[in-house]
């Protein structure tokens, strides 16, 4: 059986963040009545003139950055010419010779290491509008019309279904924190299409493109690459010629499926923009959309693990944007960021979630986190006691102190005195000493808990416990 590789290229529509649309003043934001946010721009009507979103250039700018594109500095808009329900102009306003970046790359980490994805060109573009199918009759939304996109282009680079994955998920964390997009697959705000081709390993020229459309979530475009493969293979290996064509991914049955065959390229008659001028980007306006970059995600990353923070719950940190900017937030203080993370990604978020609330809206000031932290740290709280007390931390305008009073929580954290009463324990429980001696570990629990009992729940049970394993040690 001949061995075949795959050529991958990805393309990415991702919706930008702004306030109003690319060309008209209507609101940008999903989730309106249907047709409830277009003027007359959106709907086409003639005689209407588009104007330019200067945020939306911006944008273009900060992406252009964080790809490591080569940004054009000088470059026009053109006219895709094409005619469809959902483009009432008949034609899309997007970027064709000029687009704002060229040549850029992002890196992932794959099992074999750093694997280097290069991205063709990104351009700024509009938006279509919605089509809502119902039986026989099909409806429109315009609210979607003209909101602006950046399409990013990979060049034919990836070979593996999981690096495509891995890009993707590089490029979504990358454009979220960059605050380019909310990259919300769900919501379309991030769209993505495969193209696909295999050829015999060794082979100097691609196979047969066939592109995979509108792949409703990352997970599902690795899913859809390999099927595409295995379908490809198939067909090969019994001697069929394949042909270009269009396909969708069906989520019902987890496979592709025919949307058209392509028997001519897309003629789309591109040519300038009349109505909107060439722009000229200067370096002043370049530095000026730079500057309000917030830290990335590499840079966070760098942060926490230098902070102590387990690998694992770094990458828990990234994936809630909140948590992440709530901890950015201590960079100059002296925080303990191991136990502020543990706390944070363990018994507040379980709070949080169990209470549908957010983080904001709790009573958890900066204050506050860096006392409870210090007081866990100290040993004058148990991670019992925090359990204990965290609804009051998190819902009244107290501080740790008077919650702790009003709770009688009181840890003697004084080692000498722990020590004084755990060799009392010892004495008043020579069987049981016996028993470690003999191997008997079991044997700890029990001393622990006559500790505990002796000290009434006034010492802190961690400090108690590194203390009676140190001395029953020495017994040994």
Known sequence: MTKYEATIGIEVHVEVKTNSKFFSASENRYGKSANMATTVVDLGY?????????????????????????????????????????????????????????????EVETDTGLERIDIEEMHLEEDTCKSAHKGRVSLLDFNRGGVPLIEIVTKPCIHTKEAAVLYLEKLRETLFYGDISDCKIEEGSMRCDANVSIAPVGSKTLGTKCEIKNIGSIRNVGVAIEKEIARQEALLEKGETLEEQTRRFDDQLGDTVLMRVKETGNDYRYFPEPDI???????????????????????????????????????????????????????????????????????????????????????????????????????????????????????????????????????????????????????????????????????????????????????????????LLELLQKTR
């Open 277 to 467: 001028p060439y722009i000229l980007l200067e370096e002043k306006e370049i530095q000026s959309a730079l500057e309000t970059l917030p830290m990335l995600p590499d840079e966070r990353r760098k942060l926490y693990l230098a902070r102590g923070i387990q690998k694992i719950n770094v990458e828990k940190l990234l994936a809630n944007r909140t948590l992440s900017d709530y901890m950015n937030t201590f960079i100059e203080t002296d925080l303990d960021f191991v136990i502020a993370s543990n706390l944070l990604l363990g018994d507040i978020s379980s709070y949080l979630n169990k209470n549908f609330m957010q983080l904001e809206e709790t009573k958890l000031t900066p204050e506050k986190l860096l006392d409870l932290v210090a007081k866990i740290k100290s040993g004058e709280l148990s991670s019992k006691n925090v359990k204990d007390i965290l609804e009051d931390v998190l819902e009244k305008d107290t501080t740790i102190e008077a919650i702790m009073k009003e709770k009688n929580i009181q840890n003697i954290t004084d080692v000498s005195f722990v020590e004084e009463l755990i060799q009392k324990v010892l004495l008043e429980n020579p069987a049981s000493v016996q028993d470690y001696q003999d191997g008997k570990d079991r044997a700890v629990k029990y001393l622990m808990g006559q500790v505990m009992k002796e000290a009434k729940g006034s010492i802190n049970p961690k400090i108690a416990n590194e203390k």
């Open 46 to 106: 003639p005689g209407t003139l588009p104007t330019i979103n200067q945020e939306v250039i911006n944008q273009g700018i900060r992406a252009s950055h964080l790809l490591h594109c080569t940004l054009t500095k000088k470059m026009h808009f053109d006219r895709k010419n094409y005619f469809y329900p959902d483009n009432p102009k008949n034609y899309q306003i997007t970027q064709n010779r000029t687009p704002i970046g060229r040549n850029g790359f992002l």
